[in-house]
């Protein structure tokens, strides 16, 4: 029999605790294989609700292991899918996934988590530990803060193996920077670092990297200091036009081949 879900929880790839009016969702280990993990989804979906449920806590924070969301970690998926070696130091073109199944989870695991994040009513906080790839950066897109450690770097890995950008990102990302400029990052590709991304409006803090799991949580906790129903009714009138983001994603769950 399966235990009921807790707020409190780990698993072997995910870490779920409590630190006061914080919870904290924790990826211990290379981000992709969680993500299409759907036992772990099952867990993690959920877990959202109960969150917002819970009266005492007022945020979340969504973090990872050191670069546990970069290129080394991208590499290996994409190895693992297509069944052929992928290198970052070669233009890599993709034409078809082995594995399209997983490659099917991938994007449609994306699509869900920003849903959730997205529709989230109290506040979320990505909290990004060195190398950030394209398919995660729209989670951290859509949330509601970002902090970043100081050798922080935005990949837009995609573009060397021949990939749309997913995760939302052509959604997002003109919402914070011209269209112009997200075009060529989305087309071309490159690595956006920590204060770049400070000046176009990527990330808000920096976060002490020696202890950066304790030092994200302490930041997270002055960002929350309003009351329940001033939090909730904001975050409802921010986020009002869902439909946009929802029309949107109707064409990039069509889009798990390439």
């Not at 819970?54 to 899918?81: H, N, Q, R």
């Not at 890599?92 to 920003?114: G, P, V």
């Not at 490159?190 to 304790?214: Q, T, W």
Request: with cysteine; charged share 25%.
């Amino acid at each position: 029999m399966k235990k009921p879900l807790q707020i409190e929880f780990e698993s072997e790839n995910v870490k779920c605790y409590l630190a006061g009016e914080v919870a904290v969702l924790k990826i211990t280990c290379n981000a992709f294989g969680t993500l299409t993990n759907l036992d772990q989804a099952n867990r993690v979906l959920p877990w959202f609700d109960m969150v917002e449920n819970d009266p005492s806590v007022k945020a979340i924070v969504g973090m990872s292991e050191k670069d546990c969301l970069g290129e080394t970690a991208y590499e290996e998926f994409l190895s693992e899918i297509t069944g052929r070696s992928i290198q970052r130091d070669k233009y890599n073109e993709i034409t078809r996934f082995e594995k399209s199944d997983i490659r099917a989870i991938e994007i449609n695991m994306l699509i869900n988590l920003i849903r959730k994040i997205y529709s989230f009513k109290k506040i979320f906080i990505s909290a990004i530990n060195g190398e950030i790839v394209t398919p995660f950066l729209g989670l951290s897109l859509v949330s509601d803060f970002r902090f970043a450690s100081s050798d922080l770097k935005i990949m837009f890995s995609h573009v060397k193996y021949g990939l749309h950008p997913s995760g939302a990102i052509p959604f997002f990302l003109p919402k914070f920077i011209n269209k112009q400029l997200a075009m060529k990052y989305m087309l071309q590709g490159g690595v956006i670092n920590f204060e770049e991304a400070g000046k176009l409006n990527l990330v808000n803090e920096l976060v002490d990297d020696s202890e950066f799991e304790k030092n994200s949580i302490e930041k997270a906790k002055g960002y929350i200091k309003m009351g329940m129903s001033t939090l909730k009714n904001t975050k409802s009138l921010i986020n009002s036009n869902s439909d946009e983001l929802e029309n949107y994603f109707k064409i990039e769950s069509n889009y798990t081949y390439k």
